[in-house]
């Protein structure tokens, strides 16, 4: 496998005997997204040690600057396990942020685009925001509904798709039950309810990551939560903090999941989210088959931390709907590229929003495994993929889609033959260093 992906580049996979090593997964993307705006818009200096790293990220802190807060990157000299390496400071302007005289732009990025209009839509001036060719077919109605009910007035093309253009403004709380369960709608409301008179209220239909009101709690604001009902007061100032973000369980899912296709394989991932909203992973890939202990838990800024040493023994597969499907969104793609291997294979049902992440990835997940020789039936809201299947190697896409290439090297590793990735530097957007992470833990 390539180490150094450049623009365009394929990474050729080779099938691997083993996975075994340790692994230091970048900082939460979910979280170092929040960090970034609420640092922006709080009073004083924030400094995030274990930032990720990832391209995403970096469109939120470029955005950040062009609306005023500066921030810089250094290395931090503390010799402690957990301190060492790169840190982000950002200088926070209070409430009011500077009017952008430049397009902001997002990349590739839906979090940096959804969670930013809700701070946006409360500034008194006008804000564009555009994005790649991705994130131009991503559908934004869903926050452009709720913000222009709270009052801000927001111009897109047809569809509510981007670019945006938000004019913000005074704002009311209102009490909104969004029909898609969405993490990132419920932040972005969360944070346009900062800047609203009254209480701004979100009642979803399933619970979702709440990092959003962890976020907030951690900046000095009063957010409420109660089952699937959180809820904010307007007109609360924020502080800034000094953190150290987790790493990003979704991006361990990939080493995990690698984990289980080998019998007899061990890996450890140190200093792992452990938010509820999101370890239900964990659950599942106990239920398929992997062994998986959980030790040094602690709690950072209201967020769960742990270390997790996961062994292979035998792969079951299984079903996800539901609630389990809204938990594991994220996760699927990597779950569904390796389900072929399993003994019972995988059913996904209930996920229709993965037609519209960064590339449809359903349909994705199907084109890829009928290239590498698999059957598997799509179905308008998931697919079904039968076990006991036997993979090889072929040229796969990853479709611009970071979580589609990360999956199917995992995929690739357990292939009869070499797998070729092609465009598989979109991995960059969420793990620039996985191909290389990859490599050090395979023994091929």
Known sequence: ??????????ATVLPARDVRGIVRIPGDKSISHRY???????????????????????????????LGSKWKRETNKSEADDLVGEVIEVHGLGRRLQAPIQTLDCGNSGSTMRML???????????????DESLSRRPMERIITPLSQMGATISSKEGGR???????????????????????????????GLFADGETVIEEPIRTRDHGEIALRAFGAEVDRAGNVSRIRGGQRLSGIEAHV??????????????????????????ILMNPTRARLLDILMQMGLKISVSHLEEHHGELVGSIEARGVAWKGGKISGADTAALIDEIPVLAAIAAYSKE??????????????????????????KMGAEIEELPDGMRIPGGQRLRGAELESYGDHRIAMAFAVAALKAEGETVIHGADAAAVSYPNFFEELRAITST
């Open 36 to 66: 970034a705006m609420l640092a922006a818009i709080a009073e004083g200096t924030s400094r995030f040690h274990n930032f990720s790293a990832a391209l995403d990220c970096a469109s939120t802190l470029d955005c950040m600057a062009k």
């Open 162 to 192: 981007p670019p945006l253009t938000i004019r913000g403004g005074s704002l009311k709380g209102i009490h909104y039950k969004p029909e898609v369960a969405s993490a990132q709608v419920k932040s972005c409301l969360l944070f346009a």
């Open 117 to 131: 209009s809700g701070i946006l839509a409360g500034q008194p001036f006008s804000s564009d925001l555009c994005g």
């Open 345 to 370: 294979g995988l059913e996904v049902r209930d996920a229709e929003e993965l037609r519209v992440k960064e590339s449809d990835r359903i349909a994705a997940v199907a084109t890829n495994l009928r």
């Open 1 to 10: 496998m390539s180490e150094t992906l450049h623009a365009g580049a394929a």
């Open 246 to 271: 987790p790493g990003d369980l979704s991006s361990a899912a990939f080493f995990l999941c690698a984990a289980a296709l080998f019998p007899g394989s061990q890996i450890t991932l140190p200093g």
